[in-house]
């Protein structure tokens, strides 16, 4: 089945950055779609970024737009997250899962499936 590792979240001031890392191990991922997935203190999980199997394709929140990058390493079996202007309400345990069908492009998060165990993220004001 394989899994999913998140590292790379910590403390940080607003206006930092951080880059996250999700590493797959016991599976290839590199013919999923990649998603990354945040989840506040008493909010549901929301959607941050997603990068297609080849990393030709990328689709961002609104709320991240312009300040997050998504990218992907196959031959490392590694997703990754570039967080650049942090603000307060980035703060959240962050997420990364695949895409359930290979080779395919859709958003809904019930789509996403084998969660890693999240890493947090505080941006303190």
């Known amino acids: 089945q394989g899994q999913l590792v998140e590292s790379g979240g910590g403390l940080v001031q607003a206006g930092g950055s951080l880059r996250l890392s999700c590493a797959a191990s016991?599976?290839?991922?590199?013919?999923?779609?990649a998603g990354w997935f945040r989840q506040a203190p008493g909010k549901e999980r929301e959607f941050v970024a997603a990068i297609s199997w080849g990393g030709s394709r990328t689709y961002y929140a609104d709320s991240v737009k312009g300040r997050f990058t998504i990218s992907r390493d196959n031959a490392k079996n590694t997703v990754y997250l570039q967080m650049n202007s942090l603000k307060p309400e980035d703060t959240a345990v962050y997420y990364c899962?695949?895409?359930?069908?290979?080779?395919?492009?859709?958003?809904?998060?019930?789509?996403?499936?084998?969660w890693g165990q999240g890493t947090q993220v505080t941006v303190s004001s």
């Open positions: 899962a695949t895409h359930n069908r290979q080779t395919t492009w859709t958003m809904y998060p019930s789509d996403f499936g084998s």
């Open positions: 016991g599976r290839t991922i590199s013919t999923y779609a």
